[in-house]
């Protein structure tokens, strides 16, 4: 596994943990990733959900899963909390519904 490694100018190392469709981490940059983890060195871990129209994006049968090589296809990373990320990840590795469906609700009140 190959994480992507990087300082900022002031601040402190991170690195920057990214997954696919299935739920695996990601081995090249150009793979498409739906979900990833920010670990900051201190200890702080963000958690971030490929979203389309502020809502979550199933990327296996949603509604605009067979458009993601679109040009104008505009998907965003929203920051969300480590249960709401978990779901997915549940979600992403077993293809149940019923995890979408939670981390969806979970989404929703974050």
């Not at 992507?4 to 997954?19: C, L, M, N, Q, Y």
């Not at 900051?40 to 990327?59: F, K, R």
């Not at 997915?88 to 979408?100: E, G």
Request: aromatic share 14%; proline share 3%; glycine share 4%.
């Amino acid at each position: 596994m190959e994480a992507k490694d990087f300082k900022t100018e002031a601040g402190p190392s991170r690195v920057i943990e990214t997954f696919d469709r299935a739920g695996n981490p990601t081995l090249h940059r150009k793979e498409k990733t739906f979900a990833k983890t920010d670990f900051v060195e201190g200890g702080t871990q963000s958690h971030y959900i490929q979203t389309l129209h502020n809502a979550l994006y199933d990327p296996n049968n949603g509604m605009h899963s067979h458009r993601e090589d679109s040009t104008n296809f505009e998907l965003q990373y929203k920051k969300v909390s480590k249960e709401t990320f978990d779901f997915y990840m549940l979600f992403l590795k077993t293809k149940n519904s019923l995890y979408f469906t939670r981390a969806q609700r979970s989404f929703l009140n974050d």
